[in-house]
């Protein structure tokens, strides 16, 4: 038996996979991956793999990168964890600062957590206990959007609907208002995403004239609903929702965990609508992938709301063993730096275009590319049975799944979203390597679909 039959065997014995049916493994077994550099992965027989994902779209500057590995081999030697209550540290203070800087306007206050879920739990938790100590104790609700996704502990799940996720749990899980999600590809008004007025807006205008006298905070996914199928939506859906919670007092959340730090080709997606959200979810990018770190951010006035002595019983006693980790914010630090000081974003954005143009020259006259979607780097291809009705695949036929597997066979780890393949690589990824993806891509789309 080879190494890799050995691994494989051991961790099939013990381990349990995320956003996996277990069966699948008795025919596709797990891939086990010794060393990263770059954009690529190698297992252990020596096959690379291009992560044009970022594996699960968290890593910017490519795996192992030297700075970021130095800086982590820098503080593990000074300080590896300390009691966040009442203690601070050089290097989360200094993160803070970095952090600052690229923030929104407004968003000065950071609650760190430990992952994505998480600072959504604290978001959520922050925005009702807010509302119940000054003064809005009627607001109780949450509005969110349909086909959203914002993590999987209970609360996350609450302000989801995405049903594979969370529909087993409905009965243990919050009440929420289902705000009708913009759906560019198949647009109800029959619009385009780059000339409408966000006419589906008409949705939330009624859900906050019922619901928002009651509705705490409001929870989106800023212009692209990742889980749902890179479903992407215009910026000016979003000033106009900016709009609609002032008018209605209900707070704006905006979980950026997977479109921050320029994954959209701005360091934050609101700002592509030059809104400021009155919280907000970061993570995933922050630390490159190294070490969880995630970041609920809120402005000066919702922290005052919990600034007060203890006899007022309103501190924010939401704690993380975890939280202002050392060695995460060392990376943090890292990551950000670079960022900075190598112009990563104005790389990226130029390599954007280039990558926009060669995927609609490849994919436009493919028969079952429905549409075609971009922002940044993102790039993803809608599947479809039926271009002119765009009738989707039927979802038992696995049609993404396949696909995936095909890519793997060349060296390209393709995860899809359901039928939906799409491109998020690191920022630091070259032409050439793009342009071998892009190759592997259709090539396993045609193995699949024209065979």
Sequence with gaps: MNESNKCVEKDLAHIWHPASQMKDYEDFPPIIIDHGKGVKLYDVDGNEYIDII????????????????????????????????????????????????VMPE???KFSFVDNGSASVECALKMAFQYCA???????????????????????????????????????????????????????????????????????????????????????????IQGSAGMKIYPPLYLKKLRALCDKYDVLLIADEIATGFGRTGKMFAVDHAGISPDIMCISKGLTNGYMAMAVCVSTDEIYEGFYGDYADNIAFMHSHTYAGNPLAASVANATLKIMERDNVLEDANEKAIWLNNRFHEIFDSHLNVGEIRQMGLINAIELVEDKESKKGFDSSERIGYKIYKEALKDG????????????????????????????ICKKSIDNVLLK
């Design 54 to 101: 970022s594996s699960w779209w968290c890593n910017l500057l490519g795996h192992c990168n030297d700075e970021v590995s130095e800086a982590l081999k820098e503080q593990v030697d000074k300080l590896d964890h300390v009691l966040f209550a009442n203690f601070s540290h050089k290097i989360i203070i200094e993160l803070s600062e970095r952090l600052i800087k």
């Design 106 to 108: 407004g968003l000065n």
């Design 133 to 223: 100590q000054n003064g809005k104790e009627h607001k109780k609700r949450f509005m969110c959007f349909t086909d959203a996704y914002h993590g999987e502990t209970l609360g996350a799940l609450s302000v989801g609907a995405l049903d594979e996720y969370s529909k087993v749990f409905e009965r243990i899980m919050v009440d929420t208002i289902k705000v009708q999600a913009p759906d560019c590809y198949r647009c109800p008004y029959n619009k385009h995403r780059d000339s409408c007025e966000c006419e589906c807006f008409e949705d939330a205008e009624k859900k906050f004239e019922e619901y928002g006298h009651e509705t705490c905070a409001m929870i989106i996914e800023p212009l």
């Design 412 to 439: 390209l780890m393709l995860r899809p979203l359901g039928n939906v393949m799409y491109f998020n690589p690191p920022l630091v990824i070259t032409k050439e390597e793009l342009e071998e993806s892009l190759a």
